[in-house]
């Protein structure tokens, strides 16, 4: 079963910019979390669709928002980007139901100059 | 406010010594408790996850304890190897969440 796949992997933005994101789910999984990785921060939670529907949120503000298709496939964008938007974002699966365990993809790398 | 510790200071062994990683956290009633490994440029990837009502979980040489009154869980890799050298992450949520809160990830290096 294929994995999840998070495009682009690296990405290099201007302060001011605004950046999309995209994720696709392990098949079958309904709910799609975002995570924002610093190393000052540690793995710091976004948000979290299912069934195309925001379900959680994180202390974030609201230039980050994402939305979740009825594919389950994901997208977050950022606007006006700020330098310390520059991280790891990841994306992870899960049934959402009754299964804990998140399946994480391997990130975008985002780089805000 | 909630607080997840991690060992900060990376953990350094022996091959085929017993590693032990600790989680301990405050203000906090976790229903379930979970460990990932994370390598450099990756995402972390799931290991294990244990209840509040188990003591101790076991896969291939795994362990993990669950000590809620202590408020700590040790995670264990038996017979370890350099390709177990990676960030363990220790996440935890309350009953009913899907979202867990992750710790900021020991390193641990095990030498040939």
């Known amino acids: 079963k294929a994995g999840v796949t998070q495009t682009p992997r690296y990405l290099i933005k201007t302060r001011g910019q605004q950046v999309t994101l995209s994720c696709s789910p392990i098949s079958g999984h309904r709910s799609v979390s975002w995570y924002q990785q610093t190393p000052g921060q540690g793995l710091q939670f976004l948000f979290e669709y299912f069934s195309e529907t925001q379900r959680n949120k994180g202390n974030f503000p609201g230039r980050f928002s994402g939305r979740q298709f009825s594919n389950s496939r994901s997208e977050m964008n950022v606007s006006t980007l700020e330098l310390g938007d520059s991280a790891l974002y990841l994306c992870?699966?899960?049934?959402?139901?009754?299964?804990?365990?998140?399946?994480f993809g391997p990130g975008t790398r985002l780089t805000v100059t | 406010s909630q607080k997840i510790e991690q060992n900060s200071e990376a953990l350094n062994i022996q091959e085929g010594k017993t590693a032990t990683l600790t989680c301990n956290y405050t203000n906090y009633s976790p229903a379930y408790l979970q460990w990932y490994r994370q390598d450099p440029g990756r995402g972390p990837v799931f290991l294990l996850l244990?209840?509040?009502?188990?003591k101790e979980k076991r896969k291939e040489r795994l362990k993990v304890t669950f000590d809620t009154t202590l408020k700590q869980s040790l995670f264990h890799i038996t017979a370890s190897q350099p390709a177990d050298s990676a960030t363990y992450l220790c996440?935890?949520?309350?009953?009913?969440?899907?979202?867990?809160?992750f710790g900021r990830g020991t390193s641990l290096i095990v030498h040939p």
């Open positions: 992870a699966s899960s049934w959402g139901d009754s299964s804990y365990e998140q399946y």
């Open positions: 996440a935890l949520a309350p009953g009913g969440s899907y979202i867990p809160t």
């Open positions: 244990i209840r509040e009502n188990e």
